[in-house]
């Protein structure tokens, strides 16, 4: 059977079937850079050679990196390579699983990929490593986790790390199954020939459906995150892995124009499960129940999806509510800072305050400006009656004066000018009138400004409490790490891990690992590096620490000499360690290097990270 796998979606679904342990028959995986390579793969006779198997075909980046995440290390496939994946009941870790680089006609040492797949069938699985029959299992509690591992210490006073290969198939983030302070179960893998101990979760990545299905029958109302947006309705995921259809028809019990208008990615609603069937779950807004169910997708760990702050209205908004920090487990900044994980909210909150204060002050301004203005139309009506009413006296006194033949005229004339005056007042009190009306409407909206501000600091007080809180107990906890790892064994501990994560146990057999020497201005440099990031220094230092740095063009490993100038000899301690260095980055004047000593025994100490022209060490 030929499968073509261009997306996280289809990479997904292949790791869930190289760990299912019912399978059969072996499976090919070729992994090619794009698709004008993959159209030279001669697909249908590498199916000929697999009747029962299946044969994959991985296009780009965009499919190898998340089967990467997905795999245990050094069981995956890119570039331009193929794998052979043998059935197991125990896993993919008890036999080899054989890889060959292609060239770039696609062949393998001068010859087909064809041939390669026959011999390696011919040859059969072979053993990797012994595995005890019965391995050990114990309670363990989580003791600090992020995106990409957890730390947890072990029923028998250990601390064990679980990197995201410990969860194999699972394509999610620690954080979305663990929370610190949670027990769980592991299993313990005593370390064997060319194989480190290891600690894996009881947890298997492929029931999350059946798990499902157990916990929440049809008609039962969920959690679910919008992960999708589409004509026809959202994708709503509900356990990873598992994802359901919320219709359009089914989003509201009126019609529903656009769905964007009632939904956006990334919110937490509460769905009912109208259904399920063999592709996907169909899901509906209509008719949920008040108390939504948290399905589990570990045996005894917490629901995917925490209760959020407050009542979760069906087909609303709600947050997810705030777990325990999560730090990094190599946290080697010594500065102390508050991690809080609302910055976005609370920043939200201090533009609102500032914005607040500034719509006050402008509708004070503009109030004040009013007030001007009405008492200027004011003064300015009292003076107006003042002159009216004095020409209408002087005009009677001429008229009184006047002769009787020009005392009509003079009497209508006056007559005129006093109804003109009362058309002037009655405009001027008009103007009086609505001028009051808009100072009450500033006046309201300065009020309400008032209102929102103050609320708006009270949110912000609470969320700085909060803050400070969880700052507090982050440094309990980095504190209580400390206790059981100092910084220089968690060094060497994340150097180690990046060694097993970047070689196959042959290289792992010819490069062997040699605890390194941490020098004394080692963690002095690390924690002033800019730049660079912590898993390009631990892979850098992997490299060097067993030896195979040498063969790392890129990383340009040469003898560290007293000065730049040419014939300059190479540094040499007293006790006969001499002095190397190594690139992190490159194209730069202000490029990083790894200073290092090799002692007489063979063993690296790792003594400094400084600038292309520093030859200090």
Same mark, same amino acid.
């Given at each position: ?55 994959? =075909? ?10 990467? *995440? ?5 069981? /995956?496939? @890119? ?16 036999? $080899? ?87 769980? !179960? ?42 999708? +947006? ?45 259904? @399920? /069937? ?21 045996? /005894?760990?917490?629901?995917?999806? &925490?209760?959020? /702050? ?23 900044? &010594?500065?102390? *800072? ?6 976005? $909210? ?118 700085? %409490? ?17 206790? @059981?790892?100092?910084?220089?064994? %968690? ?38 590096? $800019?730049?660079?990031?912590?898993? !390009? ?35 040499? !301690? ?9 690139? =992190? ?8 290097? +790894?200073? @290092? ?8 100490? =790792? ?11």
């Amino acid at each position: 059977m030929l499968t073509s796998v261009e997306d996280a979606a289809a990479a997904g679904r292949l790791a869930e079937q190289l760990f299912d342990g019912s399978r059969c028959a072996p499976t090919l995986g070729v992994a090619v850079p794009d698709a004008s390579l993959a159209e030279q793969v001669d697909t249908g006779a590498l199916a000929e050679l697999l009747p029962g198997g299946q044969v994959c =075909l991985l296009v780009g980046r965009e499919a190898t990196w998340p089967l990467k *995440r997905g795999l245990p290390p050094g069981l /995956d496939v @890119y570039g331009r390579a193929a794998r052979l994946w043998w059935p197991s009941p125990g896993g993919l870790t008890l036999i $080899e699983h054989p890889r060959c680089l292609l060239d770039v006609r696609l062949e393998v040492e001068g010859g087909p990929l064809t041939s390669w797949v026959e011999a390696q069938l011919a040859r059969g699985p072979q053993a990797a490593a012994v595995v005890p029959t019965h391995e050990p299992e114990q309670q363990a509690v989580v003791l600090e986790v992020d995106e990409g591992h957890a730390v947890v210490r072990l029923s028998d006073g250990g601390v064990a790390h679980l990197p995201a290969g410990a969860f194999p198939g699972a394509g999610t983030a620690a954080t979305r199954l663990l929370r610190v302070a949670q027990t769980l !179960r592991v299993r313990v893998t005593p370390p064997g020939p060319g194989r480190p101990s290891a600690v894996t979760p009881l947890w298997s990545p492929g029931d999350a459906r059946a798990r499902l299905e157990a916990q929440c029958p049809a008609g039962s109302t969920v959690r679910g995150r919008v992960v999708s +947006l589409r004509n026809h309705g959202a994708l709503v995921s509900l356990l990873p892995g598992v994802v359901g259809l919320l219709h359009v028809s089914e989003v509201a019990s009126g019609w529903v124009r656009h769905v964007e208008d009632h939904l956006a990615r990334g919110a937490v609603i509460a769905v009912r499960i109208c259904s @399920y /069937d063999q592709e996907r779950v169909a899901l509906s807004l209509v008719d949920t129940a008040e108390e939504p169910l948290a399905p589990s997708v570990l045996p /005894d760990g917490p629901p995917w999806l &925490p209760k959020a /702050d407050g009542p979760l209205i069906p087909g609303g908004f709600a947050p997810l509510a705030t777990e325990l920090p999560a730090g990094r487990v190599f946290d080697d900044d &010594p500065v102390e *800072r508050p991690q809080v994980p609302a910055g976005d $909210e609370l920043r939200l909150l201090r533009d609102a305050v500032h914005e607040g204060r500034e719509v006050r002050e402008d509708l004070a301004r503009v109030a004040e400006s009013h007030e001007q203005h009405l008492a200027g139309l004011r003064a300015e009506a009292r003076q107006l009656l003042r002159d009216l009413e004095q020409d209408l006296a002087d005009a009677r006194e001429r008229v009184v004066t006047t002769m009787s033949g020009g005392a009509s005229a003079l009497v209508g004339s006056a007559e005129e000018a006093l109804e003109l005056a009362r058309n002037e007042v009655n405009r001027l009190r008009r103007e009086l009138r609505t001028l009051a009306e808009a100072h009450a409407t500033v006046s309201a909206r300065a009020h309400a400004a008032d209102s929102r501000a103050e609320r708006a600091e009270r949110v912000s007080e609470e969320q700085r %409490r909060r803050a400070d809180l969880h700052a507090r107990t982050a440094a309990s906890l980095r504190t209580e790490l400390s206790r @059981y790892a100092p910084e220089s064994q %968690r060094l060497v501990d994340a150097i180690r891990a990046s060694w097993v994560r970047t070689t196959t146990p042959a290289d792992r057999e010819r490069y062997g690992w040699r605890d390194p020497v941490i020098g004394s201005a080692f963690l002095e440099s690390l924690h002033s590096v $800019e730049g660079v990031s912590m898993e !390009r220094v631990y892979d850098v230092c992997a490299e060097v620490v067993c030896g195979r740095a040498q063969q790392r063009h890129g990383l340009a490993v040469h003898p560290l000499r007293a000065t730049d100038a040419s014939g300059s000899p190479q540094k040499i !301690r007293d006790d006969g360690a001499l002095a190397f260095r190594a690139s =992190l980055q490159s194209r730069t004047s202000a490029a990083r290097r +790894l200073h @290092y000593w090799v002692l007489t025994d063979g063993r690296v100490e =790792l003594a400094k990270i400084g600038y292309h022209d520093d030859f200090t060490i």
